[in-house]
């Protein structure tokens, strides 16, 4: 006897479990009255114990909000307190700074509502060299003259003064002048006698230049008139070479051989070349005859070629129709076997459809209904 093992048991208990609760759907499902004017008190009852769930979640959903409400709102009431403290001792701050560092004297502008203004400013008057004695202020008139004595103590003095330093300027002046005239009067005698040995020298050199560029000239017109005659006689030789040359020369001796190029015999220079003679000219015309004669042969090969040529396509073109007739007539035949064996077969097929269709055919009875219906789901 086998052990039992928990997980068998819970097999069991689910199973049976269904099986249960598919009987009794079977009896809700398959009892006609129930189904059709009765009501179902089991599914009332779960939908009402449903219901009450529902609601006793939203009430404690709603709870739970009202109490994070009330907790947000305490958070906020401190929140307040510490914002009103925390104002409260920043104004106290500013004021103290104020009074501390910002005091009412320390103003750029204090001068103008300063209540002790008129104690601390100066008098009308301090003396006469006040600035602030305008005309307008009618603390000092015209015609005052308060300081006559020293005034007239240091324009003297300055007067003196200036009479010493005119001096002094009038004698250095002159001290200075008459140095200047001195230098001058040197300056102007070391040049003159520079000049007169310059001069000297100049005209020394003058005529040694002329004196050696005469003889220079001389001996350059006698070198010329040298040159001159070797010249002459070297163009009169140079002359009977040419007429002796040109005179026995190819171009006047007309020498055919001058015309052979250096890149082979058959090759001429065409500014030497004087024509061909009598035994290239014969050549030439047998050479052009001999060619003619073999175009002509060559044309009638060609000829006799192109005709047997177009001979043999007829012959192919020929046997190609009649093999095309006889592929032709070989379909024809075919197609005719091929249509009768269509035609056996279908009359075949016909037949056996109808067979078919005749032992196929067949009544319902009741025992195809019963197998329907036979379960809740």
Request: aromatic residues 6%.
């Amino acid at each position: 006897m086998e052990a039992a093992l928990p997980k068998d048991l819970a097999q069991e208990a689910a199973l049976a479990k269904r099986r249960h609760a598919e009987i009794c759907r079977q009896k809700r499902v398959f009892d006609a009255r129930n189904r059709i004017l009765g009501g179902d008190t089991e599914a009332w009852d779960a939908q009402v114990h449903d219901q009450k769930i529902k609601e006793a979640t939203e009430k404690a959903r709603h709870e739970t909000f009202a109490a994070e409400m009330r907790h947000n709102d305490k958070i906020m009431c401190i929140l307040q307190d510490r914002e009103r403290r925390d104002r409260k001792n920043l104004c106290k701050a500013i004021n103290d700074f104020q009074q501390n560092f910002q005091k009412p004297e320390t103003r750029r502008e204090f001068d103008l509502s300063d209540p002790l203004a008129l104690k601390k400013d100066l008098p009308a008057r301090v003396s006469d060299n006040d600035l602030r004695n305008t005309v307008s202020g009618l603390q000092k008139f015209m015609g005052e003259d308060l300081n006559f004595k020293e005034r007239k103590k240091f324009q003297e003095e300055q007067n003196r003064e200036w009479s010493l330093q005119q001096k002094r300027e009038w004698e250095q002046a002159r001290a200075d002048h008459k140095l200047a005239e001195d230098f001058y009067t040197q300056t102007r005698l070391q040049f003159d006698e520079a000049a007169r040995s310059l001069q000297k020298l100049e005209s020394a050199t003058r005529r040694a230049t002329c004196a050696a560029v005469k003889e220079f000239n001389k001996k350059q017109a006698v070198a010329s008139a040298e040159r001159k005659r070797q010249e002459r006689a070297q163009e009169q030789e140079d002359n009977l070479a040419e007429i002796s040359g040109l005179l026995s020369g190819d171009l006047l001796t007309e020498n055919p051989l001058q015309a052979v190029s250096s890149f082979g015999p058959h090759r001429v220079v065409p500014d030497r070349w004087k024509g061909m003679s009598r035994e290239q000219l014969a050549e030439i015309r047998l050479t052009q005859k001999q060619q003619v004669q073999e175009k002509l042969r060559c044309q009638e090969e060609q000829r006799l070629c192109n005709m047997d040529w177009d001979r043999r396509r007829i012959q192919k073109a020929r046997a190609s129709l009649l093999c095309d007739r006889q592929q032709q007539r070989l379909q024809r035949g075919l197609r005719k076997a091929l249509d009768c064996s269509n035609l056996s077969l279908a009359q075949e097929q016909h037949s056996r459809k109808k067979y078919m269709n005749d032992m196929n055919t067949n009544q319902l009875s009741e025992d195809y209904f019963t197998q329907f219906n036979t379960r809740s789901r």
